[in-house]
């Protein structure tokens, strides 16, 4: 199993595009990136999730290198909302046990 | 509307007894899960199912059982042998690995 790394955290303000980049050295071939985001007392909920290159959806772009050992979440114009901890995962399709690591917590600041 | 629930949202338990939490979903998802939560850490996984009446242990299986004898359903039970079951417990569904669908959580501490 792919294991990642994540800054423990970070600050940002209001407006701000935020990146958040994700470390994963061993990722295999068959390996998909997903991130997810949890409030306080919540369960997370999925954002986004890519193989390679680029994704972007409605409200997260995810990049990922040619070499995809590792990814960026990608946050346009953050908001006071956004403060919450942010979670990335690697994991082949169809695999069901996956390691997720303490994420990365965001702070936005007005 | 379609979504996971889970019962209840805060559990006391004394020293030595058992004590089931509940987790239902509706959105026709073969494979459930359940995580443990602790203050400032990740999820680790303790038991999931990818179908009916089949389940698997996961990182931290030891004093926590489940059943699957339902789709909609994967309750599991914190035995008195769980040493330190205070936590925060997270169930979850999905369709293969995509998309995992999370419940809103159940608070459990041990008086």
């Known amino acids: 199993l792919a294991k990642t790394t994540q800054p423990i955290s970070m600050d940002s303000y209001e407006g701000q595009e935020v990146n958040i980049t994700c470390s994963h050295n061993?990722?295999?071939?068959?390996?998909?990136i997903t991130w997810y985001q949890q409030f306080p007392s919540q369960g997370p909920r999925f954002i986004i999730q890519?193989?390679?290159?680029?994704v972007t959806n409605e409200v997260a772009s995810l990049f990922i290198p040619a070499d995809r050992k590792s990814s960026t979440l990608s946050l346009p114009r953050v908001s006071l909302s956004d403060t919450a901890v942010y979670y990335c995962?690697?994991?082949?399709?169809?695999?069901?046990?996956?390691?997720w690591g303490a994420g990365t917590k965001l702070i936005i600041k007005p | 509307d379609g979504g996971i629930t889970q019962s209840p949202k805060y559990l006391f338990r004394k020293e030595g007894q058992n004590v089931t939490l509940s987790c239902e979903q509706n959105?026709?998802?073969?494979?459930m899960y359940w995580y443990r939560q602790d203050p400032g850490q990740g999820l680790r996984l303790i038991y999931y199912?990818?179908?009916?009446?089949?389940?698997q242990k996961g990182d931290i299986a030891e004093g926590y059982s489940v059943s699957r004898e339902k789709k909609e359903s994967f309750p599991l039970t914190v035995t008195s042998a769980q040493k330190n079951p205070t936590a925060f417990y997270l169930c979850?569904?999905?369709?293969?690995?995509?998309?995992?669908?999370f419940g809103p959580g159940t608070r459990l501490t041990v008086l």
């Open positions: 995962l690697v994991g082949e399709r169809g695999n069901y046990q996956l390691i």
């Open positions: 061993n990722i295999a071939t068959n390996d998909y």
């Open positions: 979850a569904s999905s369709i293969g690995f995509n998309e995992q669908f």
């Open positions: 890519g193989y390679k290159t680029k």
């Open positions: 199912s990818q179908i009916v009446n089949d389940f």
């Open positions: 959105l026709n998802h073969d494979a």
